[in-house]
Each structure stands twice: as structure tokens, then as C-alpha cells.
């Protein structure tokens, strides 16, 4: 390469700031929502909507980053001329719409929606899920006292189709004991309530690494790996992305799950602080979570472009280097 | 893309068999043999290419546990590494399907029919029988099935043999001797070796006539040609007036064609009853030109059994109505589901397949017009929600049978994505008579708004039980007189309309006109023309209790509403019948009902919108105790 | 040849673009998540093009897999820009608009026949030819690239060849098309951005040239030394000639991460002083006079690091360093106030306002506004400008805005180290997924993945060699011989072995790398050596 005094002139600026191309202009949409109306861009769900009008829509399976399941269906909403309920995280706004958010119909199937949760999955770590069922009045006890949970890897074994025909005065629930297989994860299946995000992290909405699917059918459905085979022996490369996106605590990192079992997890006493991983050059931002002084749990921000919450192993668990541990060989601090 | 599996490498049995439907593997990356000559330096089959196969992975499954009565972790790897399909998501689909079993099973499995209708006529009894008799046996295995389509059999078994050849057969009106006779002998009753052309007439007819009464009458259309017509035979189908339709269609165009069935008024015999003519003309309009059509064949309405008659009878009029429905889409490609349990249909549809491709029907440059059309047949494997459009398009696409939300709707993101026509099989074995009679002239036929002939499944406590076809209109009285009224002595004490997924209607309404509107009208439905009729002497109880049942097996379980509310719905059934309720059963009503208002309200789909339809039908008409009433 | 040095495009970009190159570069295990943004692209209908000796995981997502020989990146880079202007791709009215030199680097590439590629590189012509017209005919084209380009003797020949690609055919300067090499660290970007190179000043300002210098000699009250430095190779070149005697290491690890470790430990222990600046004990540290212990850049101090798309990220204090650690930063105060030079209390946001005010394409970054979002990518000319998505833009203005971009022929250069009788082997580094560089960071999790490492060779080779999976074997270079588990793999054919450098305790891969290095970037040949494989007890 010469050297010629353009190399050493650093390139002029642009006349106009670079821009991807524009999108043909769509006209917005305009929808009722309780009454009032709403304009929201063409493409946006109903949910985009009701945000915008500030209603507080519970959601459980839905997520920024993720393409909707739209299988929770605790933030359906009536539509004026649909025959059912719609869910709103997932039904495109159309002109014309009229939305009811509170309805009869609305209030019981979030209420029903919640208590079915409530009976059947442990929500101990799922607050923000607990809190809906008390808004909506949930009342699990009506389903009866829990039926006994199941033995390790019971759940992973049923076979679909025909079933005994249950006692049914105690409620059959995904009660079992958790998955410990590995030094990072745990998968605590009792607080599954098959929302399908880990699938999807794990799969084409980010990791594609597809390591674990759904398996099963209706209630014995269940997250799972090719024959419920330990993660060491599955396709996992340890990302933590569907940890990062599992709404019940149900996934967890190991660090955390040990800290609540010993009673030390606390989390008024953590601070979380935004910063950039060292481990290549892409950039993603590290949410550290730290308390007393150490790193108890590493997650990325939905919002930021670069990782959409997602980081892999390095990033998601690289950090024990200073971790200051006592009693390690002479390089560590 | 990184596929890796654990565990074993396929037996060279396993192997074979696999790439007996996939063809010989062409990479090493997908199975292969390594060949650095070829593959050394590039890749053969990479990227997209190599995660297009998806959609073989239920017929890869089929010829695993066709051959091995089970899907070996050997076979299963090959499988995914051939079509590049992630492991954790094959097992996801694998046991999404109850025919199909991950673990060892015995080469000989007998289903036994544990759904309404049969239940009535004793199968718990001869599953118990069976069951002992097998008990522990490594030969035969013994499983309860959901209603397998052959209720005017009832009780009716379906026997699975894997091995080399495999072969499965129905035995209708079943014993623990007539099963046993058929295990011991080693001959199943049907035998339909695949793809073996039968003579005709062979002893299938017999078990035609039995399940078509009205065989030969000349009112009959759908069921015309049954019994008379050669199933494999293009010129004896011709002969019969079959194609008839066809030449029609070519003969005034695509457009042309469309308005035919628009004026024909012919609504969808699947059950949901949308209108025909706006379906075609909305994947005609579609945007994009690769369309595809595909017939509901995966019947598994408890109750229903019509479709599996028309195509084990007149297989050749569903492939003529699927011919008319791509030439007037312009789809290029079709698909039949049918349902696993239905070896016989199953093999018909092929022989029929083969023959009109034979005949130049199918296939390239059809007939040097320039279209282009083939047909697969794609097995279900044993699961009622496939019978859903959306959950059937997943299922072909070699994704789990978990139904899609709606929008966008299939005639415009369909099969792979692309434009779809689904149809079921009466509703395309009805299109050859439009386009024969004219829409006009079929839209004479009928009332109000269900327009044409229609054909009911008639079981349970009825004489001659089967598949009647007659104009809408009829009233619920007038078939089932037709049918040759109750069997026994008792009078009627309800009728089931639209199977389980339908409603109970009781004695008062037996003259509801067998229309859409006449049995909305008392909040029934006609649904997929299922009529069970069940005498006083039925414990009504003990039907809600399998109805509950089946929801619970059957719901997919991808939404909250179903998944946890047919268990739910199941536990509450239990405890009334059992005469345990929590707290008072008044309150224990109230909360099925509540539970019931959820599943209707805010499922994803049919399923759930209709699982509780039944049971609160029951409560409606014969009061809270109808759970109870055997209680003793 | 553009001016600046940084990926021309954003990450977003990859998920709308239609074609996409991957050489030399196993994204998806060493920059993971950059990777989910190529695999958007995939989903999204773009081909993907992976150029490996390896068929790594990278390379089984791709439509299509080049595996060229080690070291011949120039012969297809060279055939794909023959073929593109024989077929009549090349993109006419962008080359007249925005460049010189086309004429040349034509003549320069016409003996790069299809035939005479595939027969130097060993991939398939047809393969190419393939990745040529998909590449020149696409609306939109990305190349990215990480060491397989860059840790070759003739690192920066090997990327001006993908320069030229993207000249030909205007794939650069637009939305969805560009040049992007993929960093290796957070803040390998920003390092050089921030002038950690030996010719230049922070921007991009070259030392030599009067104007710049002037600038920072008034801000800084002192004079900028009128010359250029060294780079590493020429450090440790001039420490072989004595004119180094003292070296001040800050975060590095030149002991295990340099090629030739006998040479390099030999050198750093003829220095006179040595200090060494790092969050550990390494190995380079155990050698030092002086260690002074940091604390861990990125959670245990406050500033930004840039990525490779260019965009100044903060990084900030999420815990308290160990007792006696101290910031980078600190350290550095602490040092110029002992050298009588109190510069007061050290604060990142004032080094970065200093910085801004001489530095025009970061001017407009200031720490308000990276706190409020995800970061900022320059050029970011004043505070109400966004960043600038992608680069060179300026080329597709008409008329041309500033001076048209040189194509620069460049010649085919093999791998110095030849294969040999007695060193038939070519031997080819790289990472995993869940390791990084010697290990020092990444050591201390367990990782369920981790293997220790191994020498991985092709079932053939082995087979050949008659060695089972798993069997230690002796596997020696020119330079020296080490001992590691042979783990057989189907993405390697036969004649190319591989090996990571994550476990040098235990195996010290870079005894075996060749330390031979490209003049014009100071980059060592880690991609390229010549070994062989012998069984213990033999």
C-alpha cells in the first residue's frame, strides 16, 4: 500500500448522515381501546396499543425480543365481532378494532388463566406473576390441595394419549424435583409453566443452538432435551439465554439457585451494574449483579441492539476471574 | 448448521430402512459416508438446503416404527443427522404422537377403542380381557386408543403388526376370541399390504356394505359409486361418471370454476363450516405462486368415520376433488393427511394415487397443459388435535401438531409458509358433483342455508348403525329412523351431535332439521355429522367421564386455557362422579362452569373452544346429578 | 486504504444484507453473539459464504463451504475478483466514480484463472466461481473477517485483497454492504481509535504529519515525539538488537500469547527492567521487576471501550477491585505524579472530554450521552449527530466527496513455513467457544464444554498414523516439541491439524507457532506452521 497523503489525512465527512433506506410509509392504524381512541403505527399489536394508553396488560409468555407464542393467553382482550377472546401481544391492530381490556369475559379468563398457573406450577420465584392473580383475584385453593409431586424424571417418561382417569380431588400439578447436571445451570421444572421463551432463545429467535424443544403432549408437556439427557449430553453451549428470558425462576444459574437454597440470595442488598464484556470484540452489554462484593448473576439488556439480552458462555459466566475466591491456585487473586 | 447427537449410530437394518424413505444420504454431514474427493473442500449439502428436509421427519418416524414397532436412539440419530433436524426438537415431535414410542414396544400392538361409542357397546370389558391375556407379553402389546374411526363397528380394535411387512387391520364388532383368532393366525383381518393393488370386488366389499346401509340406493351421490365402483380403477371410476367434474373445470377455467363452488353455497363438512367457494378464491387471490392444497384426512372426531368410508369406497373422487381445487388455485402440490389408525383408507388413497398418476393425471406438464400437480400422502400418528388446519400444516412441516394462531389464516400463510387450501374429504368428494350438476343447480339441494347432501355418521344405540347421505333437511327423527331406530327396547335418552367436541341434545328435540342453522338454533351443532344415539339404559356419567378424558389426552398443550383446564375439567368430572366434591358440588358446578367459559373464551383453538361443549350440554338439559347418577 | 480503520458497517446491518462472507472467522464460537445477527441474515434469506480451512460451526451454517488451503486466502480472493470482471460483474460506474487504479489491479489478477485457484487452494473452481457471481451480483454484500485473515505474515495483504472485492463490485459505503473485521477483545477498536499505535495519534491522526501534532502539543503543553514507534514485533525485534531495554507491559501476556515462546522468554529476560500492569500473576508477570496490580478494566474501573462497529460503550465499576489493586488509570496518575507530574485526581469522563476535543470523529460522544443509551458510533461529528451507521458513504456522492479509493494489487505469498517430508503437517490455530486466549480469564469457571486441549486432527490422519482418539501423542514444529490428546474431527481433512493456545500451562501450543511476522502490521503467522505427529514410546 502507498503511502500516499491521503493515508494520513483521515476521510472527509459525509455530506449527509448515512441512513438505511426508507421503508414505503404504511398509514397508521386507529383503534378503540375502552372507549378511547388510539393511533398506533401499522404493524403494532394490540398490546403496543394498550401500552400506549398506559393499561397495565399482564403478560407472561410474551417477550421484546422474542417472535409471540402467544400460548399464556393471560393478555387476551375481547374484540368486538371475534367469536373468542384475542390475545393482545400477538393480534396485529387493525382500523376499526374495539378493543374491551376489562371486560367480564377479559377479567375471568385472566383471573381463570392465573389460578390454572397457580395450581399447577410453583410461582415462589415468580412474584410479578403472583401479583396479577392477586390483582385479578385468582383462588387456587378451589382445585383442591396439590396432588403428590412427581419422582425425578417421571414427568419426562409420559407417553401421550390415553391416561388413568384421576382420583381428582387433589390437583395434578408439574411438581418434581430439580434437574442439577451441570456446574452453571439448574432446571427446576416445578416452576415451569410452559411459556416456550427458553425454546425460543434456544432456537431461531437467537442461539439456534436447539437444545432443548418442547416434548410431550397437553399437561405432561415439558421442556426437554433429546431423551431428557443431561445437558452435558445435549446440544447446550451454556449461553444462559433461556435463563435470561425465563419468567418463573424455573432456570436458573447454579451460583443463584445454591445462594437461595443456603438462604444468602438477597436481593435488596445487590446492585446492578451496566457494563461492556471484555471477552471478544463485539461489545455486549453485561448487567452485573453483584452483592456483598461478588458477581452472583451476569444478564444482558432486551434493549440493547447488539445483544437483545442474549451473551454467550464467556460472557454469561467468564467472570470468576475476579471473583477474589480464597483458597485458589497461585494466579488468582 | 451444528447438529449433534448422543448415543448410538443406526444398526445397518436401521439405516436401511431409514434411507428407504429418505433415499441414500449425500453427505457426511448428513449421515454419510465421508468422501473427501467429493466433500473435502465444499460443502454438498449446506445452509438452507440442508435445513429444508424438515417436513420427512413424520414419514422417516413412520418407517422406523412400521419396521421396529419403536423409534431406536440409533434410528432416531440417523434421522436427525439426515435431515438436519436439532435432536431435541425431533424428540419433541416424536412424542408429541401417541403411535409413536420412544421406548421398547412389542412388534404386535392391538388399540383398542376406549371412545364413546364403542365403550357403550363393552370395549372397557374386552380391554380388560385383552389386557390380562397379554399381560407382560413382549409379542403383544395392548393399548387403549381414542375413537378410531369405526363406530359403526362398534366395539371395533385395530391391529398394528411392524416387522418387514408391516400391516395393520381393523376388526369390527370385536371379541377377545376375534382378536385372539386374528393374533394367532398371524393374518390380519385387512391385511392391506402397502401398496399392494387388491382385486376387486374383494372381501373389503362386505365390510362396505355393512358400513354404508343406503349401498346402491339411487338418491345417493358422495356414496354413489361405494360398493360398485373399482378403488383402483381410473377407467371404472370414469366409467361411473368420475372425472367428469374435472373435464368441467379445465373446460371453463380456473375462475369459472371458482364461481361454481361459490354458487354452490357448499360449506366445509369438516366441522367448522366455512364457506368452500371463498376459501379457493382467497388462495386463487393469494399473492405468490407457489400454493399448495391439502385434504383433512386425520377424521378423528369421536364419532366420525365418514371420511375413512368415502376413502376406503371411492378414494379416486377425493383425488378428482383435489385435482379440480389445484387447477382452480393453481396450486402445484398436494397433500393428504390421513390419520395412521386408517391402514385401509391409507392404502386405497396410494393404489388411487398411483392409478391417476398412471393415467397422466399427475404429475408434469399434465396432459401437455403446462400445469403441474402431484399428490403425497402424509400419515398422522395419532393425535386428534392434527385434525385442526393449522396443527396439520405444522404436523406435515415436521413440527409438532401444536395448532397456530389465527390470523394470519392458511389460504394466505399456509404449508411452508406459502398460500394453502385445506379441505376436508367430504367437502372435496363433494366438488366433482358441483362442477357435474352445476353450482346452481347443487345449491337447489337443501334448505336455508346448508346447502346439498350431506353425510351422517350414525352410531350407538341404533339398528343400522353407519354412513347415511341424504339431503340437508332431514330431521334428527327421520334418520335415525332411517337408520333403523334404536336397537333395543328403551326409548332415546340423548343424542350426541357433532361428537365429542359437539353437544348432547335430549329426546324433546328430535325434530331438529339436520341443518347448520336448525341445530344452532338449540345450541347444538352439526359439527362433522356425527349422530350417537344413546337408549335410557346409557349412564350418561360414564360418557362425560371419557369425554373429559379424551380433552385431557388430547389437548396439545401449548395454551394455559386447555392445557390446564382439561385436566382440571377432567378432575372436577371425577370428583361429581365419584360424589366427592370439594366443598358443596353446587359451588364444584359452578367452577366447571367457569372453567368452561376460560377454555371457550381463550384457547388458541377448536379444541379447547369446544372441550367443554359436551359435558356442559349435559349439565344444561339432564341437571347437575347426570355425573352422578350411577353413583352407588 | 479508506483512512480509518473500524468495521464499516453495524451488526444490524448483517441481518439485512443478501450475501455475507465469512473468512477466515468461526463466529459462532468466537464472537457468539455477532453470529445471532449473521444467523438473523440467514433466516432472513442471505447466502452465507464461509472461507475456512476448517469446516467449523461457523462454516456448517453456510450455504456454502470454501475450504481453501491455510494461507491461500490472496489465490481465491484474487480468483473471485478475476472471475467477477472476466463474467462481467464488476461494478463499472462505482470503480469510475470512486476509484483508481482499477486498470492495474485487473492486470494484477489475470492469471488467477478458476483452474489456477482451485489447483493452488484446493477448492473446487466451480465453488468460486459460485461465491464470485453470488457475491458480485447481490444487492447487498458483507465481508467479515477475523484472524484467518489477520494472523498470517502477510495479515495486511490478505485484508487489502477483500478491499478490492468490495471496490469491484461497490460493496461498501452503503446500507447492507462492507468490509468488517471482527475485534478480538472489547476494546481492540478502541486502542488504536484511542492512537495505542505506533504511527498514530487518537482519530487516526498521524503522527508524522505537522498539523495534528501541533494540536496535541498545545493541549498537552509538551512535544509529541515527531516519530513513529514500534510495534510488537519491532519491539521485540529491537530488544534482539539491544536498542530496548526496558518495557512497561500493561494487560498482556507476551510469554504465552507470542509465537516462539523460547525466542520470547529468551528476550524478556535480557531486558533490563521490565514492569508488568495486570489483574493477575501471568506467567510474563513472574518475570517482571516490577508488577503492579490492576484492577479488572472492565467491572472494576469507569470508562468506555469501542467495538467492532465501531461504537464507544461505557464500561463502569460494578464491584471494588482486590486490596491493593488498583485502576489502570490510578496506577498511570500515580506513576506521573512520582515523575513530577501531578495531573490530580484521575476522572474517566474528564480523559474522555480531553480526548473529544482532539479527536473530530469523537467529538460528539460525550459520557451524557452514552449513559442515556447503548453507546454511540463515530464518526460522531457533534453532539446532535447519531453516529454514523456505516462508513464511507462520502464514495457514493456525486459529485465524489474527498479522494477516490486506491485499488491495490497484491501477489499471492504462502505460508512461510512450507509442509515438508518431515513436517508434513500444517498446523492452524484458533478458539473455542468457551475459552479465551491463554485462559488467564476463563480458567477459573467449569465449563461443561471444556476439554482441555487437544490436537485436533482428521480421522484420516490419524487412521494413517495409527492413533486412537484421545492417545497422547508428541507433536513437534521446527521450534520445538509439545505433548497433547489427539481428538479426531470430520470439520478437518486430511494434512491439517489445529489447536488452540487456551491451556498453556498445561500444553504450550505457541512453542510450536512460528514467529514469523507481516512488516506492515507486526501480526504473527499463528495460522500457519508445519508439524509433525508422533506416538509416544516410538
Redesign the interface.
Known sequence: ??E?T????????????????EEPKIPPVEISIDGSKVVVPAGATILDACKKVGLDTPTICYHDTLTPVNVCRVCVVELDGSRTLVPSCSRKAETGMVIKTDSERVRHSRKMVLEFLQSSVDLSTAPQIVKQAERYGANSARYGESATPAAANERDHRHAGHHEFPPGNRAQTVAQPPKID???YVRDYAKCLLCYKCVEACG?D???TFAIAVAGRGFDGRISTEFNNP??DSA????GNCIGVCPTGALSFKSEFDMRKEGTWDESKQ?K??????????????S?H?QD???VKVMS?G??????G??????R?????????PD?D???? | ??IKVTGPEPTELERKVVDGVLGSAES??AGGK?D?ERE????LL????ARSKRDQLLPAFHAVQERFGWIPPGAFNYICKRLTVPPAEAYGVATFFHMFSMEHRPSTEVHVCEDIACRIKGSEALCENLEKAHNGSNLVGIRKSPCLGLCEWAPAALILRSGESYEGGAIGKATPEKVQASLDSGKLPDRPKFPDRPKFPDRHWDWLTHSVPQMGESQLRLLSRIGSVDPASVEDYHIQGGFEGLAKAVAMGPLATIAEVTASGLMGRGGAAFPTGKKWEAVAQAQGSTKYVVCNADESEPGTFKDRVIMEGDPLAVIEGILIAAFATGAQKGFIYIRGEYPLAINRIQNAIDAVRTAGLLGENIQGTGHSFDIEIRKGAGAYICGEETALVNSIEGKRGEPRNKPPFPVHVGLFGKPTLINNVETLANIPWILRMGGAAYAGIGTGNSKGQKLFCVSGHVKKPGVYETPFGITLRQLITLAGGTSGSAPIKAVLLGGAAGAFVGPENLDVPLTFEGTRAIGATLGSGVVMVFDQTTDLGEILVRIAAFFRDESCGQCVPCRVGAIRQEELVARLRRGKPNGSAADEVVLLGEIAQVMRDASICGLGHTASGAIQSALKIFGNDVLGESRS | ????GGGTNS???VE?TDVILLWGSNA?E?????F?HV?KG??NGA??FAIDPR?T?S??????????DVGTDIVVSNAVAREIIASDLHNKEFINHATIGFEEFARSVESFTLEYAERES???AA?IRDMAHAYAKADRAIICWTLGITEHHNA?DNV?SLINLALLTGHVGK??SGLNP????????GGGDMGALPDRLP????V??DAFREKFNRKWNATVPPKRGWNLTGMFHAMETGELKSVYVIGENPLQSEADRTRTEGLLKSLEFLVVQD????PTGEMADVVL?AG?????SEGT?????R?V????????P?LG?RDDVDILFELAKRLGHDWGAPNSKDIWDELRSLS??HAGISYDRLDTG??LQW?C?DES??G???????LW?KPL???PV?F?PVAHDPPVEPLTPEYPLRLTTGRR????NTG??????????RRGETLDLS??DAETLGIKDGEIVRVVSRRGAIEAPVRTT?SL??GLAFMTFHFQDKVNTNILTIDETDP?AGTAEFKACAIRVERLGN
Open positions: 500500500m502507498s500516499s491521503y493515508w494520513f489525512q483521515p476521510p472527509p465527512r459525509p455530506s449527509k448522515i448515512p441512513l438505511p433506506p451441570n456446574d452453571l431461531t437467537a442461539q439456534n445437558l452435558p447446550c453451549v451454556y449461553c446492585t451494574t451496566d457494563t461492556i464484556c471484555s471477552f471478544c470484540g463485539v461489545g455486549c452489554t453485561l452485573l453483584v462484593n461478588r458477581i439488556p434493549e440493547q441492539e447488539i445483544t437483545r442474549n451473551l454467550c458462555i464467556k460472557g459466566f467468564g467472570y470468576s476471574h475476579v471473583q477474589n475466591e485458589k497461585a494466579r488468582t487473586r | 448448521m451444528d457426511a454431514w465421508r473427501l473435502g473442500r465444499i460443502s449446506g445452509g438452507n438446503r | 486504504m479508506f483512512g480509518a451488526y444490524g446491518e439485512k459462532r468466537t464472537h457468539p453473539i455477532f445471532h444467523l440467514v433466516h447466502r452465507l469446516r460451526s462454516a456448517r451454517w453456510a450455504d456454502s463451504w470454501l475450504g481453501l484446493g477448492v473446487p465453488a495486511v487489502t446500507y447492507g471482527l475485534r478480538g477483545q472489547n476494546n481492540v477498536q482519530g487516526f491522526q498521524h508524522e504529519v489483574i493477575y500473576l501471568t496490580p479488572a478494566g472492565w467491572c472494576e471501550v469501542t467495538n467492532s462497529e461504537r460503550q461505557r464500561v463502569r465499576k460494578a464491584k471494588e482486590p489493586a473530530p470523529v447503548h453507546g464518526p461529528w449527530h447519531p454514523e451507521m456505516f462508513l464511507h458513504s462520502r456522492e466527496n474527498g479522494p486506491s491495490t467457544l468457551d475459552d479465551y488467564v480469564q476463563t480458567s477459573g469457571f467449569s465449563s461443561p464444554l480421522p484420516e470430520q481433512r486430511p506492515k
